[in-house]
């Protein structure tokens, strides 16, 4: 009895070998997989503020209709995402991003401007009719023409004078897109041109809000 219980407990043993043996032959076939941490979400960037210096015709401007109302929500999209509290690295402020020499030639104290929606909203109606007056013959002569393949229309004209200034819209329009301009940021005349074109501003006047 014991001499058949010794081959009994031996057979197992050989069979347990054989099985640790297979199961570490197999394991050592297995590809080792590494999983790393999983990483911090990185913060969201926005990408068309003048801080970003990467404003392209990519962005997407939300569509809030044609008409003046609009063009300077579209343009304050682009210019800050519509903050009112929006100050860049070179001290532009604002929903529109008015510069202090702006805000001087407005007559408008530049602290309250930051504090004050209503003020910013006013202030931009009447930089834009400023600009408009000014450019009054060349959005007549240039209006429906093509330069470089873009149409000029007056919105176009009117937000390329907010980027660059109404005189650099200027030489732009008379050298024919010889004498272009950017902002510090290395966006276009070109680009607002195009991309404000073909709004309605004939509510300019008696928009108020």
């Given amino acids: 009895m014991k001499k058949y219980l010794v081959h009994i407990f031996g057979l197992i043993a050989i069979l347990l070998l054989v099985y640790s043996y297979t199961a570490l032959e197999n394991e050592a076939r297995e590809p080792v997989v590494f999983i790393p941490d999983r990483p911090e979400p990185k913060p969201a960037v926005f990408p068309q503020w003048k801080d970003s210096a990467t404003r392209t015709d990519e962005v997407k401007i ?25 100050v860049n690295s070179l001290g532009f402020m604002g929903k529109y991003q008015f510069g202090a020499g ?14 004050n929606p209503r003020l910013q909203e006013e202030a931009f109606r009447r930089y834009v009719l400023h600009n ?26 009117l937000a390329a004078a907010h980027l660059a200034g109404a005189g650099a819209v200027k030489r732009y329009l008379y050298s024919h897109g010889r004498e272009s301009a950017t902002d510090a940021y290395g966006t276009r005349i070109e680009d607002y041109l195009r991309r404000f074109a073909d709004y309605d501003l004939s509510s300019l006047t008696r928009e108020r809000r």
């Fill in 62 to 86: 939300p569509f809030v209709g044609k008409d003046f109302v609009g063009f300077k929500e579209a343009l304050a999209f682009n210019e800050s995402g519509g903050r009112y509290d929006a």
């Fill in 102 to 115: 702006t805000l001087r030639q407005l007559h408008i104290d530049r602290r309250e401007f930051l504090r």
């Fill in 132 to 157: 408009r007056k000014y450019l009054e013959k060349e959005i007549r002569l240039f209006s429906g023409k093509y330069i470089h393949g873009i149409k000029i229309t007056e919105s176009g004209i």
